[in-house]
């Protein structure tokens, strides 16, 4: 585990304090000498955000200290804030832009195209270091851009290898999607003609990516790059809830026997909205140290927190009642205009066998910062600047459109990751009662 500094204004480039980081990896562990930073902090509140997918270290980092800046300004006299920054073992593909870090529009930067570029290259070694000579492949095949349904066949084998699935029927594995099991050429053109949903430009070779197999596959590599991606998303997203359910969680339940006055309020953002939300799952039933729980742009199901599914009476969602453990709200900020969200996440999530087709709409699998929570009877849905002018309901779940803030970003992400604004800071205030 990399060392990461004090629990003092300033560390690791934080310009607010007490901030300490939370470090865990992929199977949960946490590195202890970073609780016991967190455990020292003398703060009444503890802000404990979870970084999404699109995050390494340094870009983690930024983050928080960019959404951490208004908090200060914001509290009563009588909180003491302490800011805990969560670290876990995401992936940065840096064709994502970030608004306010990034400059838009790298996906039509030159002398990439569907290749990957060397950063993301050496992040896909990282997260998958036992995979190198599968990359090497994937790599140059995604640079070649062969005219060839075998060479899309030897992809897809390929990143099935990655994602850790097989080719089996639904019937056998229900659970894995279906861009992962169904034909790659088929998967591949969906892809493309998400990514042209998602405002990427249309691809260079003049075929583009509605041919029929007779008339040229070039066109269609952007979206077996895009495949690729949703690979990495696969992994990440069953490693966020086993960071949340056996890492985050844990800890935070000896941090709050260790220190009972102590108030936590958990932030996620994209799957680290997964991570802090499984973090549920380890809260004992009427322990009331969680105060408030603030989702922006979650990418997990709208469904997650309903006892029933409206699709199936007999099931429920993954963390269905867990919000009866917070002794406060949890909010879900969403916005439409996040297209990981509204095009990628329902695709990506949707399950062999769906009549609707790949590309079809189902409201099953749409994502919790898309729209925010569903199934959940009397849960109010609220504007942001109802939300900020009013208030949140003092518990249960409540959806705030933040579409007026979270607005900014290239594809193929859309908006997915514009929520360093002081609105959303203010969001999380409200919903721990904080303010002034």
């Known amino acids: 585990m990399a060392d990461i500094g004090g629990g003092s204004r300033g560390a690791v480039g934080i310009g607010v304090g007490p901030y300490a980081e939370l470090t865990f990896d992929s199977e949960g562990d946490v590195d202890r000498a970073t609780q016991g930073t967190v455990s020292r902090m003398e703060a009444t509140d503890l802000l404990v955000f979870a970084h999404g997918w699109n995050s390494d270290r340094s870009t983690a980092t930024r983050l928080y200290d960019r959404f951490f800046a208004p908090f200060p300004g914001l509290v009563g006299s009588g909180v003491r804030l302490g800011y805990v920054g969560v670290v876990w073992p995401a992936m940065r593909f840096s064709d994502e832009p970030i608004p306010d870090f990034d400059a838009p529009g790298l996906l039509a930067a030159p002398g990439f195209g569907t290749a990957l570029d060397p950063v993301t290259r050496r992040a896909l070694a990282e997260f998958w270091p036992e995979r190198r000579a599968e990359l090497d492949r994937v790599a140059e095949l995604l640079e070649e851009r062969p005219d060839s349904a075998s060479a899309f066949m030897e992809f897809g084998a390929l990143v099935r290898e990655l994602a850790g699935v097989d080719a089996v029927p639904a019937a056998v594995a229900p659970s894995v999607p279906a861009i ?157 205009h996040d297209s990981a969200l509204k095009v990628f996440y329902p695709l990506a999530s949707r399950m062999a066998g769906d009549s609707a087709g790949l590309l079809g709409f189902d409201e099953r699998w749409g994502a919790i910062g898309h729209d925010g929570v569903r199934a959940i009877p009397g849960a109010p849905r609220l504007s942001l600047e109802t939300a900020l002018r009013e208030g949140v309901p003092a518990a249960g779940c409540v959806s705030v459109d933040a579409g007026s803030v979270v607005r900014r970003g290239g594809a193929p992400s859309g908006a997915h990751s514009d929520i360093c604004h002081e609105e959303l800071a203010r969001v999380v205030v409200t919903a721990g009662r904080m303010g002034r």
Do not use: N
């Not at 892809?191 to 249309?202: E, V």
């Not at 949340?244 to 220190?259: I, K, Q, S, Y």
């Open 180 to 336: 992962f099991t169904d034909d790659v050429l088929e998967v591949c053109r969906a892809l493309s003609a998400a990514l042209l949903r998602a405002g990427a430009p249309a691809p260079a070779d003049p075929a583009g990516p509605g041919l029929t197999l007779g008339g040229g596959l070039r066109g269609l590599w952007g979206g077996a790059k895009e495949l690729l991606r949703q690979a990495a998303y696969y992994k990440m997203k069953k490693r966020a809830g086993v960071v949340g359910e056996r890492g985050l969680g844990p800890v935070l339940t000896e941090l709050a026997a260790a220190r009972p006055a102590l108030r936590f309020h958990l932030i996620g953002h994209s799957f680290g909205a997964r991570v802090v939300s499984f973090s549920l799952r380890a809260v004992p039933d009427r322990a009331r140290y969680v105060k408030s729980v603030t989702l922006l742009q979650g990418a997990f199901s709208h469904y997650a927190f309903a006892d029933r599914l409206p699709h199936d009476k007999s099931s429920g969602g993954a963390l269905r009642g867990l919000q009866r453990r917070v002794d406060g709200p949890v909010v879900a900020c969403h916005s439409p």
